[in-house]
């Protein structure tokens, strides 16, 4: 009996809340009924509304781009290496060039022998260079 009574209690609640959601339709279908119909029995007066005349803008000057400033791009070694060459007049050995440039003795020996090779220095004396 009380399952009966459980299951047909569970069905009518149902059926209620499809009820009421049968209803709220109805209203809003209602509700967009009255809002066309006033608008229907007022009469709409067409309004001609005139356009002032355009007014032309003022032509505004492109703002003048300043060029932008030039960053200084730091020498790569061989360039920094080769301007201590080219402003000795006697020469430069590569124990100077290793205390001016802080570079390590590999790096100093590479860097003569790419400048050797692309003949930008010469070599006056044992380990002393000179610009080509």
């Known amino acids: 009996m009380t399952k009966n009574l459980k299951k047909d209690l569970q069905a009518v609640n149902r059926e209620i809340k499809a009820l009421s959601k049968k209803v709220e339709k109805v209203i809003v279908a209602v509700d967009k009924?009255?809002?066309?119909?006033a608008v229907k029995a007022t009469p709409v007066k067409k309004v001609v509304v005139k356009k002032p005349a355009v007014k032309a803008k003022p032509v505004r000057k492109a703002a003048v781009k300043k060029p932008a400033a030039k960053k200084t791009t730091q020498l790569?070694?061989?360039?920094?290496?080769?301007?201590?060459?080219?402003?000795?007049?006697?020469?430069v050995d590569t124990a100077t060039l290793m205390k001016k440039t802080g570079f390590d003795q590999k790096k100093v020996y590479n860097i003569i022998y790419k400048l050797n090779k692309l003949g930008k220095i010469k070599s006056v004396g044992k380990g002393v260079y000179l610009k080509a």
């Open 33 to 37: 009924l009255e809002k066309t119909k």
């Open 76 to 91: 790569s070694a061989v360039d920094t290496a080769l301007g201590f060459i080219k402003r000795s007049k006697k020469g």
